[in-house]
């Protein structure tokens, strides 16, 4: 079976399926001696096994930003209790002093980290294919952070060695933006190398030499983008497309092709999945059902969709709903839908593990609950979408273990697919698309020949955000795009629904959830920490000086 998940593990001691009986009575290694630990090859992979934290998650109440923060700072999601102060985004209040999904400090933690274990690795006695092995781990983990702030802030410093105190200062400067691309993909051209294709089943849950090459090809694409590629570089598109289709031609992923899409996202492991976080021990992390749910379920309702991202998902016809010829009712407005949207998004009426779901006023799931009249959804409706119905959240401490998908096929065949139309190669581009919507499960119309340029790169940006909602990707696509002056600056809306006397319903879309404001060009970057500033002599990123 390939590799497809990482395990997250709560303390550094407790490690994964491959390692000796004996090291799950091992230490923590904080209570273990440095000398210790660099001559132990099992410590030493205790150690990298820690580090995989860093990589993306849904949520873990700590300092590491989650993936569901940053799909409730875009305009497809909305964060009821506010977790991790993503309304300072959300109201264009981030500012150097007033920070959120802030990651440069874990980040640097974690870099400081790995090149210690660089430091240390070569005269740790052990098996060198082991050690080779972790050495790559080890590279795409330190490439992500790179990846992660260069993202986030623009050119960064790039550190490679171990400062120690023999050192008499700080002289690290911020690189460019493209010397932090080059960077991370040569990082991940090296992690590749020294990385298997795929594990026996008692060493699943490593990352893959697939993986580093779906985040190369992520961080390509975003380098190839607006926000970056300003002259439209077609050099960049084309690096991007070979990335992209670097991950398709290894030939170990194909298309989940299954009639129910919804369960490609409660299925742990499957053939479309490339990397994803498996929710291993950590009680908040497996907290995921609970958030997601509706109060009338016990559930938090802390994470839900917008009005925005329900309008998104077409009618069955392929037409968006505001589109002549589409059939959309407003009355009626969940019918004839996208299938996808049945697979996402619980609505008024939806079948929900063993009811419709009430989100009209005094229903089971409104503000006005029988159940529980608290942690109602601010927009009437909630995500199904990693949401495993199994689990019932009254009689189980904890929900399921859900893997959150970091890479996966789809996205790939869409990263490809925006390249190759960059360049002009439309026929091609709407051949991977319409691999993405025709699938089994999906089996939406295909796009047409007729569509192209301009037209139809607008359709992959709309199937992008249909596709790969609440996985963390809209924040940064509508950034890199430089779009989101328009998307970030609309209010986040929901639907109020009132039962009529004859059963039928009422629904109001002219409902604000939350204001939200963006403002450009600053937004489009995130400020460094005054903390950091207050420490080091960096530039920072304008517009916020």
Not at 57 to 71: A, V
Not at 353 to 372: I, L
């Amino acid at each position: 079976m390939k590799q497809k998940y990482f395990f997250i593990l709560l303390i550094p001691f407790l490690t994964l399926g491959s390692c000796k009986k004996d090291i799950l009575n091992s230490p923590p290694l904080t209570a273990v001696s440095d000398a210790t630990v660099w001559n132990d090859i099992n410590l030493v992979q205790n150690f990298i096994n820690e580090k995989y934290k860093i990589l993306p998650h849904f949520y873990l109440y700590t300092s590491l930003p989650s993936h569901m923060g940053y799909s409730a700072a875009s305009d497809e999601c909305y964060s009821m209790f506010n977790y991790e102060s993503v309304n300072r985004l959300n109201s264009g209040a981030l500012t150097p002093d007033n920070m959120a999904l802030d990651s440069w400090t874990v980040d640097y933690n974690y870099i400081r980290d790995i090149n210690l274990f660089f430091s240390k690795i070569d005269v740790v006695p052990g098996d060198e294919a082991l050690k080779n092995r972790l050495k790559g781990e080890a590279t795409f983990i330190r490439a992500y952070c790179y990846f992660d702030l260069a993202t986030k802030y623009g050119g960064i410093p790039l550190i490679t060695k171990v400062y120690t105190a023999a050192d008499k200062g700080f002289n690290e400067t911020r690189s460019t933006y493209e010397e932090a691309v080059k960077f991370v993909t040569t990082e991940l051209d090296k992690a590749a190398t020294l990385l298997p294709l795929n594990y026996e089943d008692a060493m699943a849950g490593r990352i893959t030499k697939g993986a580093s090459l779906a985040l190369k090809s992520r961080m390509l694409l975003y380098a190839a983008s607006p926000l970056w590629n300003t002259n439209n570089d077609a050099s960049k598109w084309q690096a991007a497309a070979n990335a992209a289709k670097a991950v398709i031609d290894l030939n170990q992923y194909s298309l989940w092709q299954n009639a129910n899409y919804h369960d490609l996202f409660i299925t742990p492991d499957h053939s479309e999945i490339i990397l994803s976080a498996h929710q291993n021990d950590i009680k908040y992390q497996l907290y995921i059902d609970i958030h997601l749910s509706p109060n009338g379920y016990h559930g938090w309702s802390a994470y839900t969709p917008t009005q925005h991202i329900v309008d998104q998902f077409e009618m069955a016809n392929g037409k968006m709903i505001n589109e002549t010829g589409s059939g959309y009712d407003a009355q009626k407005p969940y019918e004839n839908r996208d299938p996808r949207l049945y697979a996402d998004i619980i609505y008024n009426g939806a079948k929900f593990k063993t009811r419709p779901a009430e989100y009209f006023r005094g229903g089971m799931d409104s503000p006005q609950s029988p159940v529980e009249n608290w942690n109602a959804s601010k927009t009437g409706y909630n995500w199904r979408k990693y949401n495993n119905e199994a689990y019932d959240l009254n009689t189980q401490a904890v929900g399921s273990k859900t893997p959150f998908i970091i890479f996966r096929l789809s996205e790939i065949y869409l990263n490809f697919a925006e390249a190759l139309n960059a360049l002009g190669k439309d026929d091609s581009a709407r051949t991977y698309v319409n691999m993405v919507r025709t699938r089994t499960g999906v089996n939406m119309p295909a796009l047409d020949a007729s569509i192209t340029g301009l037209q139809l790169r607008d359709k992959i940006r709309h199937e992008r955000e249909v596709e790969l909602c609440l996985e963390g990707n809209r924040f940064f696509d509508v950034r890199r795009w430089k779009i989101a002056e328009t998307t970030d600056n609309l209010p986040a809306r929901g639907v109020k629904v009132t039962k009529n006397t004859d059963g039928s319903f009422t629904y109001d879309y002219n409902y604000t959830v939350e204001p939200r404001k963006f403002f450009a060009p600053q937004h489009y970057l995130f400020p460094i920490p005054k903390y950091e500033l207050d420490k080091v002599s960096l530039p920072q990123n304008p517009g916020y000086n």
